[in-house]
Every structure is written in structure tokens, then in C-alpha cells.
């Protein structure tokens, strides 16, 4: 799991977190998978490219979880660093033998609409020009549901993480193989 504080559980206890969640579910369907959780609180497409080769050397996952770009977005960082930065954090990825579930996220409205958008399209774009499976939204169903988010109005609270499992869960459960 490669991410930033979405993924880091930022303001709760480790625990209580969807990459946390992510592990019990797994183990309690007795997938045989281990969780490595490498996500940073405010990390950006580009640190977490920096980062990943040691992680893939370091682990040598079967997948890998890429959930990165959101702080790119709110720093209005140009899209096609971002996009490059993706792009070959998928590659590096897939070149060390690991599958590759893309994770999407959406950006208030700061940036206005062309970079707004043009940062929604990003996600599908890469997936579909890798043939990678996609979760469209992390925050789908949470991101504007009253009493789901942190004061922040970024990060969900304790009670949403099952829910940002769920719309993990649907795309990853189609990579997932159970020991023999």
C-alpha cells in the first residue's frame, strides 16, 4: 500500500484506518496476503515515487496499492508531473512482478474546472492505458456524507473507514488469490 494520509489513517489510531480494516478482512477470508502500509501523511505523486523502488526491493509484493496524487492536487502542482510521476510508479511496479489497483480521487473545486477535471479524468485515463483495475473515488459515498469527514473536511473519521474499505474491496477482490 503506497498512499498519503488517506491511506495513513491521519487523525485516528493506525487501528482504526481502512488499510488496517483491509488486513483483518483479509485475513479473517483467509487470503494468505500480508499488508505492508508504506502510505506518508502528505506525501506527493513525487515522494512517492522516490520511495518506491526501496519498497519494492525491500517487500516484493504480489500488489501493490497505489493511492497517491491527492496532495499534488491541492497543491495545484502541474498534472503532468503528476500523471509522469503515476505512470511510472505503475511501470516500476509491474516491471518488479506486482499487479496494480489504481486508486482515484477527486479535489474540491479550488483549481476550478479545467484542472478540476482534468484531475478527476487522470485515474481512468492511466487505468485504462495500462489495463489496471481502477477504484474510481477513495471517498466515494463519504467525501460529502454528513458526519463522515474530519473537521478538515479532508480525511474521513473512525466510523467511514469501512466504508473507504468497501470501495476498495469491489476492484481489489478480483486480484486476490487464496492460497492453495
Known amino acids: 500500500m503506497l498512499g ?10 493506525a487501528k482504526q484506518g481502512w488499510v488496517a480494516l ?3 478482512r483479509l485475513t479473517a477470508q483467509g487470503y494468505g496476503y ?3 502500509n508504506a502510505s506518508v501523511s502528505g506525501e506527493t505523486s513525487d515522494g512517492g515515487l522516490s520511495r518506491l523502488p526501496r519498497a519494492l526491493q525491500l517487500h516484493h509484493p504480489e500488489l501493490v496499492i497505489l493511492e497517491l496524487g ?3 492536487g491541492l497543491r495545484g ?3 503532468t508531473g503528476t500523471r509522469a510521476n503515476l505512470e511510472k510508479m505503475i511501470q516500476l511496479s509491474q516491471e518488479a512482478g506486482a499487479q496494480v489497483l489504481l486508486v482515484g480521487i477527486q479535489i ?3 483549481y476550478g474546472p479545467k484542472y478540476t477535471g482534468e484531475f478527476a479524468q487522470m485515474y ?3 487505468a485504462q492505458a495500462h489495463r489496471l483495475a481502477l477504484v474510481p473515488f477513495l471517498l466515494q459515498d463519504v467525501a460529502l456524507v454528513p458526519g463522515m469527514m474530519q473537521e478538515d473536511g479532508l480525511h474521513p473519521v473512525a466510523s467511514a473507514e469501512p466504508r473507504v ?3 476498495v474491496w469491489k476492484p481489489l477482490h478480483g486480484l486476490l488469490r487464496k492460497p492453495h
Open 108 to 110: 474540491p473545486p479550488n
Open 70 to 72: 491527492a496532495n499534488d
Open 22 to 24: 483491509l488486513e483483518q
Open 4 to 13: 498519503d494520509s488517506l491511506s495513513a489513517a491521519y487523525g485516528l489510531e
Open 124 to 126: 481512468p485515463q492511466l
Open 77 to 79: 502542482l502541474p498534472l
Open 34 to 36: 500480508g499488508v505492508v
Open 165 to 167: 474499505l468497501d470501495n
